[in-house]
């Protein structure tokens, strides 16, 4: 008896839960990017862990295969197994298969052995078998099972693990045509000789050569027999995805070679043309082989299973594969190739989902490259080793997986099935799209890598839009909403009572007594795809949106930002089916009736159906206890989708109902949505992610403990989640979300496997901080509540109105910047601190702090470490009232002290008033610019209100254009100049008062240790003026070259200081050069800086002006220099900074400082200098400010009233 139509029945496959990525491995091996997944095409690689072998994998997927399909053991005559990766040099892998069998013993076959080619081997004598005289009329099963490792180096990489089950058959759903051909030859292109290794010898190129030639010979001997070499698909042996496509082109240069038709393409040219036949071909490898590459881009190379592999990549990746003819090529290294054809004679459906590709890839385990590594590491040293034992943790495995228990002391092994706990497995068939899971990390990848491409325009155009917001925290509520409305052309008004009319919340809910607000804020740094974001985040919890912003900006300035990528907006609705008495019939009435259910639901959403939405797909799910689910899944473009998915169920349940022939149960959608992924990912440079007083390589260390910390236990899991949740519910909250959904749909995902996890993973690769968070988040931005609240419109205005799966990227950044914040917090300084810092404004509010003063009054509890309401008040009393110098005793506690002034200046619209907080280790204390206690005179000196005032009268007459048209109250102009004045008073006072330690102080910022108590007042004073006029420039001025002009001109006064007393102590010594030393002097008189502020108030700037304005700054400061250095000159100064003081020095006439001859060769000798200097200058100044230097030279003459 002979079998007719024999073939492939059905197919299972097993792959470990473990594997690692190879965009990582690059990264960890330090090679260059795309070595891996551009230059080998691969995108994973499944590897096992030492309580895996090829008998566990053998084991795991024979029993699959028997129980998914109902198979009786009793009805096995042949199992035979093809391997490569021997256990025992005699006891084959097939006979640890027969603990399968119980009492069935009568089942010929072995193990064929011959590199990858042992499983065709294995295939083609049970189909030999099943076709000769000796046929039973049993079924026969194929198994190749193997783990493919390599020696550390690239090499490693073209690894793999997997084991494949066919269960052979009459009449089978791929039949094998009759004619095939095969080549055989001794070559020694891959090899094992070393018994004590199990890592092979490998000749890379001859191993490629023979491939190919194995091709050639297979092709045309083919064809010799039959010339028919059409294929609808094909399927190649893969060692890796690349020398796929090299196969699939050799193919069709021997087609276009027997078949005599020209191309272009010769054997002597192939290698160098392949480029051009990809494109010549690329339809065809595309759609006929590329479809095939699924499983080995994920698992890598698994030997002797990696052709059937391809195989049931069709099967996943095509909607039916009936009538189809597919071209399978097996290779073997040694070697040994066979070309053979499969027909397809039934629907692949029912296998498809029996198999479940999809779901087993979702459910795997990323191992770190780190961990990968000393896996590795450690699998060598115990190869071949005896008395093992081996405990395995749940989620390390599969349910219902064969796992190595022991390895005896005379190398027996010992093997167990793995049995988790009863869990409800609803994830089931819900995926994601094929082509995009395949795809998702390179696609990050390659996102990194453009952005890197231009990372200097990235940050530059980042630092530009974040100087919009600096400070924005220090703002109004008022000033906020005024930037808000001119930078982003926003209605504020809806902001200001949270957009909800009570007339519309008593229509969304019932029993409506009225409404209750959250705090709206802004989430500020955010780079995502290259793109700024101010995201808008509604919660009540301080420090959320302040600690996110934070860690968006570490991201953007420490890496490229957030890289982001989200599946297709599909949602999936439940239709419970009751009564099932056969679930197989069920799903195939189901899948026969697939189209005809989709067009009943579209029915139901036709306005989806023209937005380019609707039902997609239809699935069925057992259940048992009399139970099933049917699912239906529906594109739902850019709304969320609830109300349109139960809409949908509710219209065709009767349909569902009358084909099955079953009672319907309930009808819902479900909230985890799990072909609605989004994930978000970040690369930083650790080097460049200092906290604190940590280093970056001590932050990354102490992050990855507390991530750790969550993964191991469920506890720390939720409160890290809870970190992750606020981010993301806060944005949902503001953008009108049903974050209750997202809420669930989270939580569901993390205990997806059965155990609780973490939603993130960080992990450290080559100096490279990674973090990235994949969740199913359903979110939309049409419909639901939307309509009923005018503010929603304005938040998603904010966002320039992004689709459904660019808000749902952008919500899952801001979770995941919200939990780098909470570990980073957690892990360097405690999360407390920071959240009490935050909290203390809603203290200083309840104390009735006045608005203007809660940030003071914030900061003054910061320092005491006190958050409380009579800290607050104590706080308020000291800013009211003086307090005197050594009024406390004892030990010295750090102090918070202020400072005030109203200043009455001549040319302002208002007076100026300036109220200062400063911290010093001293006693507190309040300054006042009026007081004349001492110690104000040891900072300020004697320049009181009346030589302030007198000051800015001069500078009143020395304006860049006084009939300009003012863009903004000229104050801001005064608060700068006082500023820039004070700071200049102060730098000089405290250099004059202790020269080395207020240079270390301004030079390195290191504490002032010792000297006198007004030096520490002073120094802290001046630093938070200098802090003060950065803030004021950085929010109000809105021309980037004059922000700069104006930081660097207050730095070349501080400097200029410094320097003027150095040159005149080298003077001192003999060390002469008069032109350096006013070079530096001048700086003391501020011209530069006072033109410079004026510049502000203009409506009309001309970047230009700041080189004029320079030139011009210059020459009245030289001469202002000259004039005030001698009026103010006499012998009690001569410490102090001086041109004449200088001059005099340097020509040895020091004593003859007051003799009138004296100064005038003095004023004869410098003039000739200025006017020469004049000339040259003016030559470069445009009319235009010309005529403000003979203002200048008239007011100084009167401001400092020359001796001669």
Known sequence: MKAINVGIET?????????????????????????????????????????????????????????????????????EVGTESLLDKSKSTKTTLMRLFGENTNIEGVTSINACYGGTNALFNTINWMQSDAWDGRLGIVVCTDIAVYAKGSARTTGGAGAIAMLIAPNATFTIEPIRTTYMKDNYDFYKPNFHSEYPTVDGQLSIQSYLSSIDNCIQSYFKKNKDLNADFYCFHSPFHKMVQKSFLRVKLNESFVQKVETGFTFENFNEKQSQMLKFYQNDWLTKAFPSCLLSRELGNIYTGALYAGLISLIETQEDLINKRIMMFSYGSGCAASLFFLKCHKPTGILKKTIKIQERLQQRIRISCIEYDHIMQQREINYNKHSQQYQPKQVDLYPGTFYLKSIDD????????????????????????NSKSINKIQQIRDQINNNNQSDQNLQQSQKQYNQLWTGFYKKTIQQRLDQLEKTMNVNVEPFKDGGLSLQNANLMVENCIGKISYPLGLGLNFLINGQCYSVPMAIEEPSVIA?????????????????????????????????????????????????????????????????????????????????????????????MGANLVNTVLEYVAPLISEITGTRVGIKILTNLCMNRKVTAQFNLDIDKMNYKQFNGKEVAKLMLEAYQFAELDIYRAVTHNKGIINGIEAVCNATGQDARAVNASLHGYASINGQYKPLSTFRIVNNQFIGELTVPISVGTQGGVLPQNPLYSQILSILDYPDSQKLAEIIVSVGLASNFAALRALSIEGIQKGHMTLHARNIAIASGIPEHLVDEAVLFMKNRNNFSKQTALEFLKAYNVFYEIGKAKGKQMKAFCTFSGSFDLIGTQEKVDLHVVFECDQNKINLNYTDDSAINRQIFGLKGQEWLKNLFSVLDTVKINREAELYQSNNLTSKLKLLAILINLLSFNMLSLDFDRSKNFILNQKPCLGGAISLKYGLSLMNELIHIFE??????????????????????????????????????????????????RQKRLSCTMMLLCDCISLKNFNPSIIEEITLLGRIIEIQMTLTRDTQKWNKSTLSEPNAYTYWLISNQSLILGDNKEVLASFYNEHNRFLLSLVQELEQKISPQLSHLKDQAMNAIQLFYKPRL
């Not at 230059?39 to 096992?48: R, T």
């Not at 005379?410 to 869990?423: A, G, I, Q």
Request: glycine content about 6%; some cysteine; proline content about 3%.
């Open 547 to 639: 600690a996110a912003s934070a860690a968006a900006k570490t991201i953007s300035e420490a890496g490229v930002g957030f890289q982001t990528y989200s599946s297709r907006p599909v949602m999936m609705g439940q239709i419970q089916l009751l009564d099932v008495q056969n679930f197989s019939k069920i799903e195939c009435l189901i899948d026969s009736n697939r189209q005809t259910i989709i067009n009943r639901g579209n029915q139901a959403c036709q306005s989806m159906v023209k937005r380019g939405g609707g039902v997609e797909d239809v699935k069925c799910r057992n259940l048992d206890k009399g139970q099933c689910s049917v699912d239906v899944f529906i594109n739902v473009c850019d709304s």
């Open 11 to 79: 197919i299972e496959i097993y792959f470990p839960k473990t594997y690692v990525n190879q965009a990582e491995l690059e990264l960890f091996d330090n090679v260059q990017q795309g070595k891996y997944t551009i230059g080998l095409g691969q995108v994973n690689m499944a590897f096992v862990r030492p309580f895996e072998d090829v008998n566990t994998m053998a084991l795991t997927v024979v029993t699959n295969l028997l129980e998914k399909n109902q198979i009786n053991p009793a009805l096995i005559g042949r199992l």
């Open 410 to 433: 005379k190398y027996r092994r010992d093997y167990l099935v793995h049995k988790p706990l009863e869990l409800n497995q609803t994830s089931g068939v819900i995926i994601l799209d």
């Open 1031 to 1080: 803030y004021n420039i950085d929010q109000f001025v809105g021309f980037p070259q004059l922000r700069q002009a104006l930081m660097n001109e207050l730095n070349n006064i501080i400097l200029a200081h410094i320097k003027s007393f150095e040159l005149l102590q080298q003077a001192k010594q003999g060390q002469f050069n008069f032109e350096e030393f006013l070079s530096s």
